[in-house]
Nanobody, 123 residues
Framework: QVQLVESGGGLVQAGGSLRLSCAAS????????MGWFRQAPGKEREFVAA????????FYTNSVKGRFTISRDNAKNAVYLQMNSLKPEDTAVYYC????????????????WGQGTQVTVSS
């Protein structure tokens, strides 16, 4: 069982940066691949980024490549999403998720979810 709690969201101007954190409970955190998803108002939840359990493999949706960086610290049971050059279209609730095995792109492949943190980017 893994419990996830996101933090770090907020209101930022376009071009600004935010760093999201996801704190995980459970002694087996280091064996889970982690992902970040987001859901904008009126839209379905979408994949943003994922990282392998060792951190050696990272994956991004095209719209955030070069702007967002996913990382993890297994000693701290945490995963992060550094978001730079933010755009109004990045406005959404951001969720972290965990799954056993390799990183994945689809919602249903993840077993555990956090409650989400709101990111709002003003123009």
């Amino acid at each position: 069982q893994v419990q996830l709690v996101e933090s770090g969201g907020g209101l930022v101007q376009a071009g600004g940066s935010l760093r999201l954190s996801c704190a995980a409970s459970g002694r087996t955190f280091s064996t889970y691949a982690m992902g970040w998803f987001r859901q904008a108002p009126g839209k379905e939840r979408e994949f943003v980024a994922a990282i392998s359990w060792r951190g050696g493999g990272t994956f991004y949706t095209n719209s955030v490549k070069g702007r967002f960086t996913i990382s993890r610290d297994n000693a701290k049971n945490a995963v992060y999403l550094q978001m730079n050059s933010l755009k109004p279209e990045d406005t959404a609730v951001y969720y972290c998720a965990a799954r056993g095995g390799s990183p994945a792109y689809l919602e249903y492949e993840y077993d555990y979810w956090g409650q989400g943190t709101q990111v709002t980017v003003s123009s």
